[in-house]
């Protein structure tokens, strides 16, 4: 497709897309087949090919549809959104090794505002060796309207957190106390190599737990919406399993952040506020659509990593985690929450380091 604002695009499946040239104005697109390969091209006079993207679509029918379409994502105002639409003109149009005629087909018919009436976007007129098309609406990467999405089987994992969190602190701050009760001495500081083991301790111990539910909860429950009809949308083997094995590095990450915490302020309760509010807080904003920005700059940007549905500038999303929104890339939002850990626990070695007896 050529797009007004993004170039040439060329997407499959409604979670792929991949950049072509940067042009804007009218340009010469191509797509051949061969067996189960398209191949999308792009010329600016017609004679000279740029290839854009190769796809395999594995089992695809011999006989298929072609299409030429126009459309236009409605605008976003918070929760509302209304129509747009967009007219192309589609001229100098041939096929190869294709039969059949051409027909209209209004796709993604939709309810008007009123809930009632029926908003046919589409349209098309034809004039000598011209076509001019008219539509709305997206056309992928799917948002909420393709389908339930597998990060929403995950969507109660902050809250889940909530459990590690209080458990690495309190690994932390129990050890801390042992041995010191009624003998009105000051707790003597950890070792930093002492303080390093346990933090290795904890996030094995979280990384197995985090792993063990959403290795449960997201198969199963994907399972289960399938079971009742649900539309689901299309996810790959590899991104289920980097859902699933994001979701146990960023519970090893949220929990070595928290024993760092506990060994900079010494203070349970303080300790589990402070990771509850930079890890849980923000995610349960930003689900609810509010300062979705907070999962750009503290550690629950690492739930980007269970994005199941990649996030297009070109898309127009609810910005809210419900709607599928995250400001960064799976492994961005991960390195975010590790560097914070990472940040806390050197800050508490150095600390202990300094104040150890010598």
């Not at 089992?59 to 236009?72: D, H, M, W």
């Not at 129509?83 to 096929?95: N, Y």
């Not at 349960?284 to 996030?311: C, E, K, N, R, Y």
């Amino acid at each position: 497709m050529i797009t007004g604002s993004h170039g040439v695009r060329m997407q499959h499946n409604f979670t792929h897309d991949v950049a072509g040239g940067p042009v804007q104005g009218p340009q010469w697109l191509r797509l051949t087949r061969s067996g189960d390969t398209l191949t999308g091209y792009e010329s600016g006079d017609g004679k000279t090919w740029t290839e854009v993207g190769t796809v395999k679509l594995t089992g695809l029918p011999e006989t298929v549809e072609i299409g030429l379409f126009a459309t236009s994502p409605g605008a976003l105002w918070e929760m509302a959104k209304a129509f747009a639409q967009a007219t192309a003109t589609f001229d100098q149009i041939e096929l190869q090794g294709a039969n059949g005629s051409w027909r209209r087909d209004d796709v993604g018919v939709s309810l008007g505002p009123d809930g009632k009436t029926l908003h046919h976007p589409g349209g098309v007129v034809e004039s000598g060796d011209k076509l001019l098309v008219t539509g709305g609406g997206d056309i992928g990467p799917a948002t909420v309207e393709g389908g339930l999405r597998a990060d929403l089987m995950l969507i109660g994992g902050a809250v889940g957190l909530i459990l590690v969190l209080v458990v690495a602190v309190s690994f932390f701050t129990a050890e801390h106390r042992r041995g010191l009760i009624g003998t009105g001495l000051p707790a003597e500081p950890h070792p930093a190599w002492l303080l390093a083991a346990k933090a290795m301790v904890v996030g094995a111990v979280a990384f197995v737990t985090g792993l063990v539910t959403s290795g449960v909860v997201v198969p199963v429950g994907l399972a289960m919406l399938r079971a009742n009809q649900n539309p689901i949308q299309p996810i790959t083997l590899g991104t289920e399993l980097r859902v699933i094995v994001g979701y146990a590095a960023l519970t090893a990450a949220a929990a070595v952040l928290a024993l760092g915490l506990a060994a900079l302020v010494k203070r349970g309760i303080v300790a589990i506020g402070l990771a509850i509010a930079l890890v849980v807080v923000p995610y349960l904003l930003a689900t609810a659509g509010l300062v979705p920005w907070l999962l750009m700059i503290t550690p629950a940007a690492g739930f980007a990593i269970t994005q199941s549905v990649p996030t297009f500038a070109h898309v127009d999303v609810d910005q809210s985690l419900l709607g599928g929104y995250y400001p960064l890339p799976p492994w961005g939002g991960l390195a975010v929450t590790c560097g914070y850990a990472a940040l806390a626990l050197g800050v508490a070695m150095a600390v202990h380091r300094r104040k150890a007896p010598r």
